[in-house]
């Protein structure tokens, strides 16, 4: 073999890692999503055929998740969440993002079933939830279509924070957060994004500091 065509060989060799490694996964194992590039490809639909309502009853009692917030008030019509209507992971019922955090400082978090760091994350938001009460909305929004799959992870983490589920990335295009997981969206009671952040957070004071810097919410 010429020295051309190897080099050539080990370059295709390399390419081919390239895309295995970072090619979305479909089973149910977590992975690193730090640099994740699929993000980005919005699923055809919210969440799959299969998760129907009995489907999903036994996974919703054993996750005893909190209920999604109700409307306190008509939404801004700026707000960054306009038009964005999803289902609760919690009940199945169906929540307008805008009218359910108006007037409210918020923390969203997309995360997905699959996310390793969204392992880590997700029970130091859920201490913070704890920890701020009323004073901040904490809502999760669960990015993949498979709905059964986040409600056995939510279970398996002890983390019983409101969601919606939102397999199409309609929560991800309207803010324009970037194509990693996990990522938490600050919106201000006005419904402007005051902060996008594409981080895992590895302790509740953390949380608390961002939230206090880009919302002025102390807790």
């Not at 309502?53 to 054993?62: G, K, M, N, S, V």
């Not at 209507?85 to 919690?90: D, P, R």
């Not at 056995?152 to 019983?160: G, I, N, P, Q, S």
């Not at 006005?190 to 608390?208: H, M, N, T, W, Y």
Request: net charge negative; proline share 9%.
């Amino acid at each position: 073999m010429s020295s051309g065509a190897r080099w050539s060989l080990v370059a295709l060799v390399v390419v081919v890692g390239l895309i295995v490694a970072i090619w979305p996964r479909g089973g149910d194992e977590p992975v690193d999503v730090g640099t994740y590039p699929g993000a980005d490809r919005p699923a055809s639909q919210e969440r799959r055929v299969a998760d129907t309502p009995e489907a999903l009853a036994a996974a919703r009692a054993d996750a005893a998740l909190e209920p999604c917030p109700a409307p306190g008030g008509p939404a801004p019509e700026s707000s960054v969440l306009s038009g964005i209507t999803l289902e609760c992971v919690g009940d199945g019922s169906r929540v307008d993002l805008a009218a359910a955090v108006a007037d409210k400082p918020v923390l969203l978090n997309l995360w997905a079933y699959w996310c390793g760091p969204c392992r880590e994350e997700l029970p130091y938001l859920q201490q913070y939830a704890d920890r701020a009460g009323d004073a901040v909305t904490v809502l999760t929004v669960h990015t993949d279509p498979n709905e059964a799959n986040a409600l056995a992870r939510l279970a398996e983490y002890d983390v019983h924070l409101p969601g919606v589920q939102d397999g199409s990335a309609r929560v991800q295009a309207a803010v324009g957060s970037p194509a990693v997981l996990p990522v938490s969206v600050l919106i201000r009671p006005d419904g402007a994004v005051a902060k996008i952040l594409p981080q895992p957070f590895r302790s509740v004071d953390e949380i608390a500091d961002v939230v206090e810097q880009y919302l002025g919410v102390a807790t």
